[in-house]
């Protein structure tokens, strides 16, 4: 992406999204909406700290870009803000910005086809994600199990390459390991700390997922690494049907992307009670 000197136009911003999406980058796009002048002026920023275009003042966009790389700290996709919240300079007056994310698509990769994993690969396209099932198991990944989803099936010669080809940037994938033993899980977990997925999650009990981390440390994995594990996976809703596990996994995906708590919604009624 070329430096914010050297286009301004927003049409110039609109063709750089399809290179950045592609790339795996997040970007904010700052759009003036309300302005005697400048309605429909664009100003871009992604993750990297690059901009390109501009709201019409270079006073305005110093401010805007700083609020601009805070908003990609958040988890919103979409907000509105008046100058005053702002603060940008006086003379550009009232005016009112949109605030949009632009991310990758948001994807989910499983590694095991089991009863949980098929569940899971159910909810998730019905939930918007693109998902990937991987299995070491043709008679597994057989597509009329899936007729109504779109789900990609991928057969694993080899686990660590399959998750790795999967998964491949990392940037807007989340890895859900729920395969059906240590030795599947580990291999999938190795690859899984290098690929750096926004979500890395581990299926079991807490002898067992402590089982594969404790491998994942003899092997080299660094605590940071091994911090990003969601170990037992899922959020805790008393599940115990392979549907309900399922749900309890994907809830904590969503928790996790959307920055939300995981808490009853609810809470406050009971609290204030």
């Known amino acids: 992406m070329s430096d914010r000197s050297a286009q301004f136009t927003p049409s110039a911003i609109m063709r750089v999204i399809p290179e950045l999406l592609d790339g795996g980058t997040m970007a904010v796009i700052v759009t003036v909406i309300e302005h005697p002048q ?7 920023l992604d993750e990297r700290g690059r901009s390109l275009g501009t709201l019409g003042s270079v006073d305005v966009d110093r401010v805007v870009l700083e609020h601009a790389a805070k908003f990609l700290g958040t988890p919103e996709d979409i907000r509105t803000y008046r100058s005053a919240e702002l603060s940008t300079p006086t003379e550009f007056g009232d005016s009112l910005f949109l605030f949009e994310r632009i991310r990758p698509e948001a994807q989910l990769v499983i590694c095991g086809a089991g ?20 299995d070491d198991r043709q008679e597994f990944l057989k597509a009329e199990r899936f007729s109504n989803q779109e789900v990609q099936l991928l057969l694993a010669d080899n686990w660590t390459d399959a998750v790795r080809q999967a998964v491949g940037n990392g940037k807007g994938v989340s890895l859900a390991v729920v395969t059906r033993g240590h030795n599947e899980d580990e291999q999938c977990m190795r690859a899984a700390i290098t690929t750096n997925p926004d979500y890395i999650g581990l299926i079991g009990s807490k002898r067992r997922t402590s089982i594969v981390i404790n491998r994942l440390r003899e ?3 660094t605590e940071g690494q091994v911090k990003r594990i969601h170990a037992p996976i899922g959020l805790d809703i008393g599940a115990v049907t392979p549907e309900e596990v399922a749900l309890a996994i ?7 992307r959307r920055g939300g708590s995981g ?3 609810s809470a406050w009624r009971r609290q204030s009670s």
């Open 115 to 134: 009863h949980v994993g098929a569940s899971l690969a159910v909810f998730a396209s019905l939930a918007g994600y693109r998902v990937t099932l991987i």
């Open 250 to 256: 994907l809830a904590e995906i969503v928790c996790v």
């Open 219 to 221: 092997a080299g994995a």
């Open 38 to 44: 400048f309605v429909g002026a664009k100003l871009l």
């Open 263 to 265: 808490g009853s919604l």
